[in-house]
């Protein structure tokens, strides 16, 4: 079902041509480590996110998506990281990303493994940079640089 309502409204956004709202969650962990996913799809580091659902709001899909991603439940929005917008941030379709970073506990665990191949938590120096999934990698550098991004 969460296949078939993703295709949906990447059609929809296809054809009403106007971008997609997503968002990335920063996950860190009470021993300061950050939580990131290996995406499914291109086998790349990613910050936990997705699409906003139809009729949620932007806590509930960062709740959402953090729990399906990585297990973990979300405990406190620390700050928004940022905005992006670059039609080509995501190659599959035009999306704007609202991120933020969290506090957050529990076991990780992946449950959504149609997506994620793995979850991980990392130290900030270990973090995999260079290489990750859509903009992340400029996501991450504005977070660890203490920046909030409009872009």
Request: one cysteine or more; aromatic letters at 8%; charged letters at 20%.
């Given at each position: 079902?969460?296949?078939?309502?993703?295709?949906?409204?990447?059609?929809?956004?296809?054809?009403f041509r106007h971008p997609i709202t997503g968002l990335s969650v920063i996950s860190l962990l009470a021993d300061g480590q950050m939580v990131l996913v290996r995406r499914?799809?291109?086998?790349?580091?990613?910050?936990?996110?997705?699409?906003?659902?139809?009729?949620e709001d932007l806590l509930t899909s960062a709740t959402r998506e953090l729990e399906e991603e990585t297990g973990l439940q979300l405990?406190?929005?620390?700050?928004?990281?940022?905005?992006?917008?670059a039609p080509d941030r995501d190659p599959?379709?035009?999306?704007?990303?609202?991120?933020?970073?969290?506090?957050?506990?529990?076991?990780i665990a992946v449950q959504d493994t149609h997506e994620i191949?793995?979850?991980?938590?990392?130290?900030?120096?270990?973090?995999?940079?260079?290489?990750?999934?859509?903009?992340?990698?400029?996501?991450l550098q504005d977070y660890l640089a203490g920046l909030t991004t409009f872009a």
């Open positions: 079902m969460a296949r078939a309502w993703q295709f949906i409204t990447t059609v929809l956004g296809i054809i499914r799809d291109n086998g790349k580091w990613a910050i936990p996110g997705g699409m906003v659902n139809w009729g405990i406190r929005v620390d700050r928004l990281v940022g905005v992006y917008s599959r379709i035009h999306s704007i990303c609202v991120v933020v970073a969290v506090q957050a506990q529990g076991q191949l793995e979850a991980r938590a990392f130290k900030l120096e270990d973090l995999p940079l260079g290489n990750m999934s859509h903009d992340h990698d400029r996501q």
